[in-house]
């Protein structure tokens, strides 16, 4: 039925998952940025260049806070998607055990999610 909580959970694991496959494409292209520049390092190396030099002349970001950066981001938006898709199979009566068996975690870790979805609403507010 439109409107219910289930519908409401699926809608918040779509839009998670959107700003997921967002988040991938970005970092799929800040990678190949700093794989490029990755090259470029390896060839200025080869070329018999001290570390300190390449490492110097390497602009900002250098190649390792570009990693970082995408590490972090997709951290956050793969947290925010596994958070909303758990609170969506919730929604569809999964147990917290079968869920937890889907993303291969403890029944624990999933209870966690839940209540960390579940403090992020206002007390009394719907699904988001």
Do not use: Y
């Amino acid at each position: 039925m439109a409107g219910s909580p289930q519908d409401a959970a699926a809608d918040s694991a779509t839009r998670a998952l959107e700003r997921l496959v967002t988040e991938l494409d970005a970092c799929i292209a800040e990678l190949q940025r700093a794989r490029a520049r990755s090259e470029n390092l390896l060839e200025k190396r080869r070329a018999g260049r001290p570390w300190l030099e390449i490492v110097t002349g390497e602009a900002r970001p250098l190649v390792v806070e570009s990693i970082s950066t995408v590490l972090g981001s997709l951290a956050t938006a793969g947290h925010a998607w596994r958070l909303e898709q758990a609170s969506a199979l919730q929604g569809e009566d999964v147990s917290i055990n079968r869920i937890a068996a889907l993303f291969g975690v403890t029944r624990q870790r999933i209870s966690a999610l839940l209540r960390e979805r579940d403090a992020g609403r206002s007390p009394g507010a719907p699904p988001a």
